[in-house]
């Protein structure tokens, strides 16, 4: 899982002689014999997710962090799995690998000059990526909010414009939210997903820079920015995203108020006579990186798609040289995912294969900003995003948050009914019939300050208004450090939660009717 970010927008390996070796499970079912998934399920064993793992999760594989060659012997270790069961490559040339490209942008050095006085950047004036121009005007446009029959950007041309945006949104006289009509705040108050649909709205809009002005949260974005600049390090990005061009500053109350004094009080959008300059420059550095992507294609409906995700990378080496194995971040859902495609491929060979096609997505770049689940939903789609029924996303799934009272035999889910009631009862259903897991829904909770609901690869899949489900443990004090091991996986928590999510993935892929979406986003 990626920690919170506050920024711009948003080989086959042999295992080592002295663990357990991967092991064929059990032999494949025939059709008399499956009544129901359970025989399939059971091929989910804990020996198979402990074999996988002390391999997966070794040294030999250096943190696999993004781009790094334990990365890629990571993938080529995923590849090898899925060539052994005979799981063919989701792309058509049978590559296993869908080539994510990516860049470090360096932290950017530079200025910007507001009438005659210049802002260094780093001193009331935040970005990550460079940007440069020469402008007579800026536009303010308040809130920047545009929903339903509200805007501020009605009869306002920002093209090739700096716009300036405030946090927040508007009141009535009566001290009620005017986008809810009551005293409850709507999404555009949410900070982790206010700032980014602002920025895709304003970049829609032809708008070159958008300078936010958020004086509660300044100080979260000052140290993000503080910290890449004393550890030298840049911001990884996606090389093909089009918003590259477009710049978005953080800025505090001084400049906010050099450019328009009354900020505070007006909300009302007006065209400012600012002369400015932007001299902000970076350097980019190309890393090589892929997701790797199979498919069991469905028997009745091979052109609806249920996606299994979770991300193959971590964060690597430490400055001192040590590895941070990711045994449960997200090595446990890495070998999980193995597992619940192996049981899909024993059931299929049995005559009992799945009527919906299921992929199975293994993602790059998730703690670099959910980069490699972003390429695949917003740039190579292999699949049609409106023809994906559900995403199923496993990160961290194999320990016990010490956080948490009760029994250990829980699992938290996170999203499930955010966009399908559907979605959610049949999850429910299914535990209730085969699993008996405590679900845990506490950080399902809209307000949760950990925002877990976007800090995984499901969200870039939940925008698109595809229903999906977060399947965590919790963190725990080892989180992304060296200390996060494989002999402290709870193995048999691992099997049945393993279990649960093929379970829940065989109703959704075997039901008549495909998941139904009632709370759609707009």
């Avoid at 999404?187 to 982790?192: A, D, G, K, P």
């Avoid at 997701?291 to 409906?301: D, F, H, L, P, Q």
């Avoid at 619940?340 to 997505?361: H, N, T, W, Y």
């Avoid at 443990?473 to 093929?502: C, M, Q, W």
Wanted: net charge negative; hydrophobic share 35%; glycine share 8%.
């Amino acid at each position: 899982m990626k920690p919170i970010l506050f920024l711009a927008l948003g080989l086959a390996m042999a295992c080592n002689s002295s663990q357990p070796a991967v092991s064929e499970s059990t032999k494949t079912p025939t059709p008399s014999e499956a009544t129901d998934p359970t025989t399939y399920a059971e091929t989910i064993t804990e020996a198979e997710l402990k074999a996988h793992l002390y391999t997966y999760a070794s040294d030999e594989f250096e943190g696999r962090e993004t781009g790094k060659p334990g990365q890629k012997k990571a993938v080529e270790y995923l590849k090898t799995e899925y060539v052994r069961l005979d799981i063919p490559a989701a792309k058509k040339n049978g590559d296993y690998f869908q080539k994510v490209p990516l860049e470090v942008a360096q932290l950017p050095t530079g200025t910007v000059t507001v009438n005659g006085k210049e802002y260094v950047l780093g001193n009331g004036l935040l970005t990550f990526s460079q940007a440069e121009g020469t402008y007579d005007n800026i536009v303010y446009v308040g809130y920047g909010i545009e929903e339903g029959d509200y805007s501020d950007y009605r009869g306002l041309d920002v093209e090739g414009k700096v716009i300036l945006i405030k946090a927040g949104e508007p009141k009535n006289q009566d001290g009620s939210y005017t986008l809810s009509g009551s005293d409850e705040k709507s999404i555009w108050s949410n900070l982790s997903e206010s700032i980014g649909k602002r920025m895709e709205l304003a970049s829609s809009k032809g708008a070159s820079a958008v300078f936010y002005y958020d004086e509660e949260n300044y100080g979260r974005f000052k140290s993000r920015f503080d910290y890449m600049k004393n550890n030298d390090s840049g911001q990884m990005e996606l090389a093909d995203d089009e918003e590259a061009g477009f710049a978005n500053f953080f800025i505090d109350a001084q400049l906010a108020k050099a450019l328009l004094p009354d900020i505070e009080t007006s909300d009302t959008p007006e065209l400012l006579p600012v002369d400015m300059n932007i001299a902000i420059k970076s350097e980019n550095k190309e890393v090589d990186s892929e997701n790797v992507v199979a498919i069991i294609k469905g028997s009745e409906k091979p052109d609806e798609y249920l996606v299994i995700s979770s991300h193959l990378d971590h964060i690597g080496i430490t400055a001192d040289g040590q590895i941070n194995n990711g045994a449960d971040d997200d090595g446990s859902g890495s070998v999980a995912l193995l597992e619940i495609a192996e049981a899909f491929k024993k059931a299929a060979d049995a005559g009992q294969g799945p009527k919906r096609s299921v992929v199975f997505l293994h993602v790059t770049g998730e703690e670099k900003g959910l980069l490699g689940s972003r390429y695949y939903t917003d740039f190579d789609p292999i699949f049609p995003l409106e023809n994906t029924v559900v995403n199923l996303n496993i990160d961290m799934i194999g320990r016990i948050d010490p956080k948490r009272n009760g029994n250990r035999n829980y699992l938290y889910l996170i999203g499930s009914d955010k966009l399908s009631t559907d979605l959610h009862e049949l999850s429910e259903s299914v535990n209730k019939k085969y699993t008996n897991i405590e679900f845990d829904y506490t950080f399902n909770d809209e307000n949760d300050p950990n925002r877990f609901y976007y800090r995984s690869d499901h969200y870039n899949f939940a925008k698109n208004n595809i229903p999906i489900i977060f399947y965590f443990n919790g963190t725990h004090a080892d989180y992304h450090k060296p200390s996060d091991t494989v002999e402290k996986i709870n193995y048999d928590l691992l099997e049945n939660r393993t279990r649960l999510i093929f379970y829940t993935a065989w109703e959704v892929a075997n039901r008549d009717q495909r998941i139904i979406v009632d709370k759609a986003s707009k």
